[in-house]
Each structure stands twice: as C-alpha cells, then as structure tokens.
C-alpha cells in the first residue's frame, strides 16, 4: 500500500508528557499538511511542509506545537507539554505537484492522541 | 480568506434513494479546486470527487456527482442508489492552487445516515 501511512494511530499520554506524531507521505509526494480534528468538528489546518521547509504554520499555536519534514525520512508533529484540550483525531495530508495528480490531497489515518 | 459553509448538519436517507448534500463557499479567486471527502465511522478521510473550477462540467465518480454554480459558489453532492456504506460524515471542501498547492479549506461537515 504507497498511500499516506501514520504512526501511531494511537497514542495516550498524561499531561505535561510529550507527543510525537509520525507520517510517511505517498510515495513521490513532496509536499505534506497536518490538519486537527476534535470531536464532532471539521478538519482544521495546522501546517503545511516541504522538505526541510515550512511553507504555512498559521495554523499552528505558537506554544508547544512544533512540525517538521527532514530531507530524510518522515514528517513529524511535536506536542509537548500536552494537555486534555490537546485531545484529537491528527491528521497528515500528502499531495504532489504533478499536473496529473490534479492538486489532489490525500489523508492518511489519522493518529489519535488522548491526553489523561 | 475563504470560507466553506455545509448548513445541513444532519441528513438521513433511505437505501436505494438519492440524497444531495449541499456545500457554499466564499472566494474572490476566479480558479480552485473543490472536493468533496467521506469520513466513516472508521474516520479515515477519504476523496469521493474533485471538481476544478475552470471545468464547467460537472464531476462524476459512479453513483457521486456534483451540481457545480460557480456564480452561485455552490457545489452539492448527489449520492444515488444509496448504500449502507455511504453512512458517514460528509466534508466539503475549497482550494486555491497559487503558487503551488494551499491548505484545503473544510465545511463543518454533514452526517449522512442511510437507513435499510
């Protein structure tokens, strides 16, 4: 399977632990988005990376949150400090620049992190 | 900036009906992208049709196709010969391709119920 893989899909942490999120876009993909979805609620958008580049963090709070795409190996989200409101289905997002693929986003399974 | 808008929450539908979820969106931009993603109970994002603004025909993906106004901002989705597996939550959602790919912009959501 070559689409959008993340790790964990589960994660349970106690507040104040740290949170790391792992995804591995599809292959030939360059371009990868993390988006965050609390209950009941749409995707919000967090960040948006290139390899060794962040192209778009508005999404992202300025405290605790950190995000970032090595030119070698995956993209990884860093919660630190996490707290109960940190508490959401993370979803990663890949997409390629090929005319082909039409500036179509593909989503992993997302990770789920619960903060006790 | 954009926004996207689903106003019915909640829709439910008989098996073999067909059902059309509704989705606005706010843009001064002339060309985008539009898509509509499912989520079921699984809560995997999953693509079900894409449209591109500068195509005045409408997408179809099987028993998926979309009415596209673009002077209305206005891209529904019309599910037909319903199926138990379309129960799931239904997000539509906008993208503006300048200078590369941009986030995708999500509606709320509309949760479909397919009823046997």
């Known amino acids: 399977n070559a689409g959008v893989m993340q790790n964990p899909r589960h994660l349970v942490r106690r507040r104040g632990q740290e949170a790391r999120l792992r995804c591995s876009p599809m292959k030939g993909h360059s371009h990868v988005y993390w988006y965050r979805q609390l209950p009941e609620e749409g995707l919000k958008f967090m960040v948006y990376l290139q390899k060794e580049n962040i192209i778009d963090e508005s999404g992202m709070p300025k405290e605790r949150f950190s995000a970032e795409f090595p030119k070698e190996g995956p993209s990884i989200l860093r919660i630190q400090q996490v707290v109960r409101g940190d508490s959401a289905a993370y979803f990663c997002?890949?997409?390629?620049?090929?005319?082909?693929?039409?500036?179509?986003?593909?989503f992993g399974e997302g990770s789920w992190l619960t903060v006790v | 900036a954009q926004t996207v808008t689903q106003s019915q929450p909640e829709m439910s539908v008989q098996e073999a009906e067909t059902v059309t979820l509704s989705c606005t969106y706010d843009?001064?931009?002339?060309?985008?992208?539009l898509f509509w993603y499912k989520q079921p109970p699984s809560r995997q994002m999953i693509l079900v049709i894409r449209q591109e603004a500068y195509k005045q025909q409408n997408a179809t993906e099987n028993r998926f196709s979309v009415n596209f106004q673009k002077a209305a901002k206005s891209f529904s989705l019309k599910i037909s010969d319903s199926q138990l597996g379309d129960t799931a939550m239904y997000f539509c959602?906008?993208?503006?391709?300048?200078?590369?790919?941009?986030?995708?912009?999500f509606g709320k959501g509309t949760r479909l119920s397919v009823i046997a």
């Open positions: 959602a906008f993208m503006k391709p300048v200078s590369g790919n941009t986030p995708l912009v």
């Open positions: 843009t001064s931009e002339n060309n985008y992208y």
């Open positions: 997002a890949s997409s390629s620049m090929t005319p082909s693929s039409g500036n179509t986003i593909y």
